[in-house]
């Protein structure tokens, strides 16, 4: 069975530019949850799915991030135009049941670098 | 809030050393804890877990007690190996569950020399 897969592995760009990250959750989970560590800090939530609904987006920082999930399979992150501070490793995770945080499978992370 | 500190890294050992990981929280009632660690190029993987008061968690030779009375999940292992190589997130989650409660540590890299 495929885990979650999230593309690209590293993204860098300059500040201003528009950057739209990938994520393939597990077949068949209705729950994708996208999380962020910038600067070796905590690792924090942006936002939860339910198939194709937002769930849950109150860690979203602010209005340059957009969160889609067309369809209820793979979602997309974009941030539009990036900043400095957005520059960290951004997770995705899914999960079939939204009652167990020992259920979640994480992707292995986009890292991202904002010059 | 509920919040999470572990101690910085990076954590250097020599093969066969012990290893302590310090976490200590501070959150309302009884939450589950968590370890998850996240090896070189992969994703996050849930280690050990527990669950109520004085339950020890283990897993690939790692455990951690569920402290209440210090309200510590400390991260341990007897001897590590090379393999072991990774960084650690001490984690944890409120009773009424739900991922988006998930709070995490900073993470801890251990490195482990031959």
């Known amino acids: 069975e495929a885990g979650v897969t999230q593309f690209p592995s590293h993204s860098v760009i300059e500040k201003g530019q528009t950057v739209t990250l990938r994520c393939d959750p597990i077949s068949g989970h209705d729950n994708l949850y996208w999380y962020r560590r910038v600067m070796g800090k905590e690792i924090k939530f942006l936002l939860h799915f339910v198939k194709e609904s937002k769930q849950d987006e109150s860690g979203m920082p602010n209005n340059r991030f957009l969160a889609e999930r067309t369809g209820g399979t793979y979602s997309t992150l974009k941030v539009q135009p990036a900043e400095l501070e957005d520059s960290g490793v951004y997770f995705c995770?899914?999960?079939?049941?939204?009652?167990?945080?020992?259920?979640?499978?994480f992707g292995s992370g986009t890292q991202l670098s904002v010059l | 809030g509920d919040s999470v500190t572990q101690m910085e890294g990076p954590v250097t050992l020599s093969e066969e050393a012990f290893l302590t990981i310090n976490c200590t929280y501070t959150?309302?009632?009884?939450?589950?804890l968590f370890w998850y660690v996240q090896y070189p190029g992969e994703g996050l993987q849930l280690l050990l877990k527990?669950?109520?008061?004085?339950d020890k968690g283990s897993n690939k030779g790692f455990e951690a007690t569920y402290r209440k009375e210090t309200t510590s999940f400390h991260l341990e292992k007897g001897s590590v190996q090379v393999s072991d190589s990774a960084v650690y997130f001490c984690?944890?989650?409120?009773?009424?569950?739900?991922?988006?409660?998930?709070?995490f540590g900073t993470g801890t890299k251990l490195q482990v020399i031959p």
């Open positions: 995770a899914s999960s079939q049941e939204d009652s167990l945080a020992e259920k979640l499978f």
């Open positions: 984690a944890l989650s409120p009773p009424s569950g739900g991922y988006q409660k998930v709070t």
């Open positions: 959150a309302t009632g009884y939450p589950s």
């Open positions: 527990a669950t109520k008061a004085d």
